[in-house]
C-alpha cells in the first residue's frame, strides 16, 4: 500500500458544479497537509495547506482533513473552466529538519463551459 | 524575485550522455528537492537536501548525483543518461511550516 492514494480521474464536470478530490494516507504521523494545482506544462503551485484536522476555507475552495479516517479533500464550489488542471495532495510529518513532502499521483480535472 | 528557476527547460539526450540539471532559489530556502515525474505516477523524489552541505536519496536516487552547492544551488547530474530517465524534472525549495516552491521544471528526453 503506498503511502498517500489519490483517485487519478481523469473527472470531467459542467462549469458551475461542485468538485470534490479526495485522498487518503496510511501514516499517522503526517501532520501537514497541501492541495497542489498544477497547470499544463508548469510546475506545481500550493493551492490550499492544512495543519492538522478540520477545515479551512478560501474563496471557492474548501479543505478538510480528518485525521481520524486518514482522509483529505478538496472542495471546489462554482467550479469555472479555469479550473481544469492536476490537482496534487502532498503531506508531512512535523519532525526534526525533514520537511519533505509526499504525493498522491494527482488527479486531472477538466471544467467544460 | 527569480522564485526557484530550473535551466534547462528542454533537453535531449542521447543514451550514455551525461547532464547537469541547475536549480537556484533566491527565497533563502533551508531545504531543497529534485522530484521527477511521469504519467500516471505523480512526483517521486530523487534526492533531497535539508540544509546546506547536506544531501540524502529520496524514492528514486539510481541513476543520478546531487550537489548542494551553496544555499542558493542544488544541481541533478545524470551521469550516464537511460531511456528510462526520459521524464519531467522539477527542483522545489521549503522552510520549517511553509509549503514546497517549484521551479517550471525541466523536459528530458534520452534517445
Known amino acids: 500500500q503506498k503511502e498517500v492514494e489519490q483517485d487519478p480521474g481523469p473527472l470531467s464536470v459542467p462549469e458551475g458544479a461542485i468538485v470534490s478530490l479526495n485522498c487518503t494516507y496510511s501514516n499517522s504521523a503526517f501532520q501537514y497537509f497541501m492541495w497542489y494545482r498544477q497547470y499544463s506544462r508548469k510546475g506545481p503551485e500550493l493551492l490550499m495547506y492544512t495543519y492538522s484536522s478540520g477545515n479551512k476555507e478560501d474563496g471557492r475552495f474548501t479543505a478538510q482533513v480528518d485525521k481520524s479516517s486518514k482522509y483529505i479533500s478538496l472542495f471546489i464550489r462554482d467550479s469555472q473552466p479555469s479550473d481544469s488542471a492536476t490537482y496534487l495532495c502532498?503531506?508531512?510529518?512535523?519532525?526534526?529538519?525533514?520537511?519533505?513532502?509526499?504525493f498522491g499521483k494527482g488527479t486531472l480535472l477538466t471544467v467544460n463551459p | 524575485n527569480a522564485g526557484v528557476t530550473q535551466t534547462p527547460k528542454f533537453q535531449v539526450l542521447k543514451t550514455g550522455q551525461s547532464m547537469t540539471l541547475q536549480c537556484a532559489q533566491d527565497m533563502n530556502h533551508n531545504s531543497m528537492y529534485w522530484y521527477r515525474q511521469d504519467p500516471g505516477m505523480g512526483l517521486r523524489l530523487i534526492y533531497y537536501?535539508?540544509?546546506?552541505?547536506?544531501?540524502d536519496k529520496g524514492e528514486v536516487p539510481n541513476g543520478y548525483n546531487v550537489s548542494r552547492l551553496n544555499k542558493r544551488e542544488f544541481s541533478l547530474r545524470l551521469e550516464s543518461a537511460a531511456p528510462s530517465q526520459t521524464s519531467v524534472y522539477f527542483c522545489?525549495?521549503?522552510?520549517?511550516?511553509?509549503?514546497?516552491?517549484f521551479g517550471q521544471g525541466t523536459r528530458l528526453t534520452v534517445v
Open positions: 502532498a503531506m508531512r510529518t512535523s519532525g526534526g529538519s525533514n520537511y519533505k513532502l509526499t
Open positions: 537536501s535539508a540544509s546546506e552541505g547536506t544531501t
Open positions: 522545489a525549495g521549503q522552510n520549517m511550516n511553509t509549503e514546497a516552491f
